[in-house]
């Protein structure tokens, strides 16, 4: 009996084509970006310690911006994307990565039920085809005894169904796993798409993991400031001002723990004592954008002094124009401003 082969040759094509593509996504990229454009995709990829669902891309918090400046620094030294990701999942866990590592094994997660799609699709689309030239009967090959030729035997309807059917389940099992590993959402869903009790649980182990490599590592400033960032996303203030007193005592030349401190005693009640801290911070780095925008804040909201708060808000504007804070700044600066003369109005001499 002779098979034919005229029936395997698309199947075959089809094969080369998915192993091709397989190839082409797993195959190390070529090419060059610039750092700006590489920084931009890692912090894409990796997500903000102190916020929920939000990226280092997306996030303006001071943790993201303290990430996206240590991945710049990073890709200007030469460090390859699994290096760098390797860095961020020793110190904060594997859930620090939004996605799977787009290079080698890790990109199977997302592959594998695209290529399950394409072969699916691919079967309907030959089985049609071919079942479109062939009569109905009751399925099969037969071999005319007479010729010793293999003649195509008549497929039965109801084969034809029970085929499409294993296939269109199977196209669609594979929709719903790459709806899992995409982490669709829903209608009505978070921003995550993951349910808010899964968020929870997320936060919980990701401040474990952040607990555990402060503990890990005692002497490492940046694991203790991303201790903090993240307490005080969620927050918790009084664990926040622990971890950053510690970072204050392992750097007394870093501005941030300084600054944040103050800013977290002012959230719990004490203003005063608060701006002690932030300008500690400034005497550190007079710099230092984010201790401006304390201080004036605190000159404004609590010391009734808006005259005081315009040049510290102003300052900031100076030395950070385009920071995550401006817009917020410049209403303040408004409302300072408008403060300052009515106040100067009020107590001037007639």
Known sequence: ?????????????????????FVFALWPRGGSESVKART???????????????????????????????LEARVRDGQ???????????????????KPASDGIALLVWALPVGALVLSAGGVGLAVRRWRRVPDGDGGLTEDPATAEVAPRR?????RVLVVGGLVAFAAGSAIALAFALGARVPGGNPTGRD????????????RTLVAAAEARPEDVDAQLALARFRLGRQDFA??????QTAATLDPSA????????????????????????????????????????????LLRDQANPAA?????????????????????RNLLAEAVSAASTTTSTTSPR
């Not at 664990?239 to 950053?244: F, R, S, T, V």
């Open 196 to 207: 808010p009790d899964v968020a929870a649980v997320s936060a919980a182990s990701r401040e």
């Open 239 to 244: 664990g926040a001002l622990e971890a950053y």
């Open 309 to 329: 708060a315009v040049a510290e808000l102003q300052q900031y504007l100076v030395v950070s124009p385009d920071g995550p804070m401006a817009d917020q700044v």
């Open 255 to 298: 501005p941030e723990p300084f600054a944040y401190s103050g800013w977290v005693i002012r959230l719990q009640g004490f203003p005063d004592e608060g701006l002690l801290l932030v300008d500690k911070a400034l005497e550190v780095d007079p710099q230092y954008p984010d201790a401006r925008f304390f201080r004036g804040l605190i």
């Open 40 to 70: 931009q995709r890692l912090a894409s990829e990796l997500r903000c310690v102190d916020c929920e669902g939000l990226s280092v891309a997306e996030s303006s918090t001071t943790a993201a911006r303290a990430q996206r400046r240590d």
């Open 155 to 159: 497929q039965s309807p109801g084969r």
């Open 1 to 21: 009996m002779k098979l034919d082969r005229r029936g395997w040759a698309p199947w075959v094509l089809l094969g080369v084509i998915v192993a091709g593509a």
């Open 80 to 98: 390859s994307d699994a290096e760098i990701r390797g860095v961020y999942m020793e110190r904060y866990g594997d859930a620090i990565l939004l």
